[in-house]
């Protein structure tokens, strides 16, 4: 159905494997805002991310929330980490602009974005590093507050809310620091489960 050939950037960093499934998986928590920034009129955002990042990006009814939140997910799929960061550029992109309009606790201000995503907890792991030393590094590089949550369950894919804020430059180096943990990880046995399990529930049943 979705041929390649004017894909460009497709083409070449291919290696040969069209017909692999889309590994690399990102989960976020989107507020009411942030999810209609990204859908945009008519879905011509989010149509449009997908088709200049060669991602699948979806996300969850409106009625269909995390537990304890009243935030939809939206998961984004794709051949690489390096699309996935591009997606991930796209919606801090989105979060700014927000943020001049409709500043709020959902997705920050203009000195501070905010974000939240979903981290398998094995992924986690990587981005806590050995006594912290990981995190400590990436909170002095990039400026940003990270706070991790414990996870939700047991085992590697149980997940943990990993939220960041800080300017857009902080939030985007934080997101590719994880993005790397999770893409590390996307040959485990777990991996797919975890990839395509959104954990929602029905809005109002807060888990």
């Known amino acids: 159905m979705e041929k390649s050939d004017g894909a460009g950037a497709g083409a070449s960093s291919g290696g040969g494997k069209r017909a692999a499934p889309m590994q690399c998986t990102l989960k976020f928590l989107a507020p009411e805002v942030m999810a209609a920034a990204v859908i945009g009129k008519g879905g011509a955002v989010i149509a449009a991310m997908r088709t200049s990042c060669s991602a699948k990006i979806v996300l969850t009814e409106h009625s269909e929330v995390y537990p304890q939140t009243d935030c939809r997910v939206l998961t984004a799929q794709a051949n690489s980490e390096e699309a996935l960061n591009e997606v991930s550029k796209q919606i801090v992109a989105k979060i700014g602009e927000l943020v001049k309009t409709t500043a709020s606790d959902a997705v920050g201000t ?36 990270i706070s991790i949550t414990e996870p939700a369950g047991s085992g590697p894919g149980a997940e943990q809310l990993v939220a960041v804020a800080g300017s857009a430059e902080a939030v985007e180096f934080v997101l590719e620091q994880v993005n790397q943990q999770i893409q590390m990880l996307n040959g485990e046995a777990w991996f797919s489960t975890w990839a395509s399990t959104p954990g929602v529930v029905k809005a109002g049943q807060g888990g």
């Open 110 to 145: 203009e000195g501070e974005l905010k974000i939240r995503m979903l981290v398998p907890r094995a992924a986690v792991g990587g981005v806590i590093g050995k006594g912290g030393a990981s995190i400590k590094h990436i909170r002095e590089t990039s400026g940003a507050k």
